[in-house]
């Protein structure tokens, strides 16, 4: 079985993030996605986000592509998670480009384009144009 991890804080699930998970699943039979807590991204990513962690997780595990959801507490669990779940495949988005490159020694590295068009980033900066 050929196992895939990757890692984010999908909130305000869109799209863009479905697209990453079926490609991400695309490349293995399992897929498991490491969730951001929210402490790790209001202490670590310095991000707030809308939906708490039990909510996200709620929503990733709905996703046929997701077979597994675990939460991501630290940047440095990578190398232990990849060890643990047995991970043949790390993906992470092109915005992220050679920067977990230092994990090729324990398996494949693949960063997927991101879907242009859409990011939470730019939903936040839209409703705040609307709430105006």
């Known amino acids: 079985m050929r196992r895939v991890i ?23 039979d399992y897929l498991i996605v490491a969730l951001s807590t929210d402490e790790f991204n209001e202490k670590e990513k310095g ?9 996200r997780k709620q929503l990733l595990e709905a996703i046929r592509y997701v077979d597994l959801v675990i939460p991501e507490n630290s940047w440095g669990q990578k190398n232990t998670d ?3 779940f047995k991970c043949d495949v790390f993906v992470m988005g092109d915005d ?8 090729k020694d324990k398996c ?24 105006k």
Request: charged share 30%; net charge positive.
């Open 6 to 28: 990757t890692y984010g804080t999908f909130d305000l699930l869109h799209y863009g993030h479905i697209n990453i998970l079926r490609r991400a699943k695309e490349l293995g």
């Open 82 to 84: 990849i060890d643990e």
């Open 47 to 55: 991000k707030k986000t809308y939906f708490p962690y039990e909510k």
């Open 108 to 131: 494949e590295v693949v960063y997927l384009s991101r879907t242009p068009e859409i990011s939470t980033t730019k939903i936040k900066e839209d409703l705040q144009l609307h709430t």
């Open 96 to 103: 992220w480009k050679g920067r977990f490159d230092f994990l």
